[in-house]
């Protein structure tokens, strides 16, 4: 990059700095934020708070003080970035997916032993759940929550002392306690749509969509979803219907229930047969065309939660999607998904494959943009530093979409 290209990729900086900063109640406070995405943007491997002080040539006291104790909202400042990145990407969809911090100690808000992502099993680490805009072209996290494990929560842990001392260490809010991590995703959903952005489509993977209370939640609020399921998931197929036994006239009318007992999802597919199965291409990848074999059957979801939400109705109607690669003895990824019966079946692979997008964030934030390099040990430290790698990688997307600063990207 020549020393115009880099001058004027810092007064594009500056200018979008000034924009999601805009909440911030002071001049100096807008500065540090700007030198904190700065440091998350520059050379070197570790963006954690020394490193970054020494890069920037600024004062590591003043960095940590606006990170951990400036008065500051980290929601006002995602806000703002969902603000200004919603009409850019122009999403196709919200993806809710969540991503693993390993940590050595139990001092970070949140540690635990829990299954982490970017070991592949158990181990002692952080998690937090995010909400992404996303398109095949772009994508950016506008929203965050650190998921406390049980333990971390004086009402749910085995030890509540202990947990009162390793909460009041964390400064961790007197309200913030215990949460599923699906009414975690639920509540960013909202919140999201308090600041006047509108869900086009909530994506996620089985993590979140097994849970019959997330696909509940989000049927109640009229959003339509794509969601991953287990194989075993139960099901009935759409013609299955409730009938009622006969009734003599005395005692209470029997309630009409359906008679056939649910099936699972690989089952319903396995009997649908090869026949089903449609060869479709969703989209281009690095090494050509990405295509699979996908069977789209309507059918009506049958789980716990779900009959207990339905107990006097049919229960409602979607589309369960199976991808059965060539090869392959069974199916190997399922979906449910609310879209409407008239959705071609393209459409629907193209909206469950798009999780993809959100792999290429949480990648870019980890290796390139300091997401994981946070060492502090605070509750709001973290939230504060991954909204700002959230920030940094925004601008690194409209880097990227902007023909202008083609030479740049």
Known sequence: MTPRELTEARDRLAVFAAEVFGSFGRTDQRRWGERYVRGLLGAGRRKSMEPMAARLGVDRQGLQQFLADSPWSHQMVLAELAWRMEPVIRPAAWVVDDVSFPKDGHASPGVAAQYCGALGKTANCQVAPSVHLVTDAASCPVNWRLFLPG???????????NAVLRRRRARIPDDVGHVAKWRL????????RCWGLDPPLVVADEGYGQDGAFRLALEERGIACVVGVRSDTAILPET???TAPPWSGTGRKPVPRYRDPPVAVRDLVVDAGRGALHRVT???GSKGPLHSRFAALRVRPAGRR?????????LPVCWLLAEWPAGERQPTKYWLSTLPAHTPLRRLVRSAKIRWRVEHDYRELKTALGL???????YQGFLRHVTLASVAQAFCTLERLSPRAAATA
Not at 185 to 192: N, P, S, T
Not at 306 to 314: K, T, W
């Open 306 to 314: 779900i009959r207990q939400a339905h107990p006097s109705e049919d």
């Open 372 to 378: 994981g390099d946070f060492e502090g040990r605070t």
């Open 282 to 284: 969703w989209r281009q």
């Open 240 to 242: 299955a219907e409730r």
């Open 185 to 192: 995703a639920v509540d960013m959903v909202d919140e999201l």
């Open 151 to 161: 333990q971390w929560d004086p009402e749910t842990a085995e030890e509540p002392q």
